[in-house]
């Protein structure tokens, strides 16, 4: 079973600034199968990465994805109000759990 | 416009069974895979299992199975999650997903179940 594990587990940033994410694999991931959402409170999660690093339609182009293998980093070049959120790393494989999340990185105002 | 639209919010007592729904709407229902997470009270996502609603064909989360029964109605565009006996630590809440290439790009708006004697 893959694991997923995020880092940092909060990230404090300022509106403006550049956020990074990482999500690391216990194992390696195709990264076709690798996705990152955003959860924002009381909302469901929406799709902004897939592929590793195509952005799902509407997601605007200052979030961006990377990675291969075991490590995948989702980036956001210049943080809005609305990017506060808690984002996860997906993982899609061919034996169970087909699907795994990480364990989420929290983006806060500092 | 595609869409997914959940049953509403359930307050259930521990053994009692339930049975939640996502209807899916704006695309061919028998042609897309749906999911269902779980997100605990203030913790992440889990992927509990997925349904292809041509064929019913149904993949379970080790996790969750043996736990849930998923299945789907493609004459109502519709997708189950049932329990057969609630516990307390099914406190939840529910979203479907519709997979498509890459992940999942369609969301319910989630049903909160509640648990409690």
């Known amino acids: 079973e893959i694991v997923l594990t995020q880092s940092p587990g909060t990230l404090s940033l300022s509106p403006g600034e550049r956020a990074t994410l990482s999500c690391r694999a216990s194992?390696?991931?195709?990264?076709?199968?690798l996705a990152w959402y955003q959860q924002k409170p009381g909302q469901a999660p929406r799709l902004l990465i897939y592929?590793?690093?195509s952005r799902a339609t509407g997601i605007p182009d200052r979030f961006s994805g990377s990675g291969s293998g075991t490590d995948f980093t989702l980036t956001i070049s210049r943080l809005e109000p609305e990017d506060f959120a808690v984002y996860y790393c997906?993982?899609?494989?061919?034996?169970?759990?087909?699907?795994?999340f990480g364990p989420g990185t929290k983006v806060d105002i500092k | 416009e595609v869409q997914l639209v959940q049953s509403g919010a359930e307050v259930k007592k521990p053994g009692e069974s339930l049975k939640i729904s996502c209807k899916g709407s704006?695309?061919?229902?028998?042609?897309?895979?749906i999911g269902w997470v779980r997100q605990m009270p203030g913790k992440g996502l889990e992927w509990m299992g997925i349904?292809?609603?041509?064929?019913?064909?149904?993949r379970y989360s080790p996790s969750f199975q043996g736990q849930v029964t998923i299945s789907a109605d493609k004459s109502i565009s519709t997708a189950y999650l049932q329990w057969s006996s609630l516990k307390a630590s099914d406190t939840a809440m529910y979203y479907c997903?519709?997979?498509?290439?890459?992940?999942?790009?369609?969301w319910g708006q989630g049903t909160l179940v509640t648990v409690s004697s």
């Open positions: 704006g695309y061919s229902f028998t042609s897309y895979w």
């Open positions: 349904i292809y609603p041509g064929d019913s064909d149904t």
């Open positions: 592929g590793a690093s």
């Open positions: 997906q993982q899609y494989g061919s034996s169970p759990p087909l699907f795994t």
């Open positions: 194992q390696s991931v195709s990264s076709s199968y």
């Open positions: 997903a519709r997979k498509q290439t890459g992940g999942f790009g369609y």
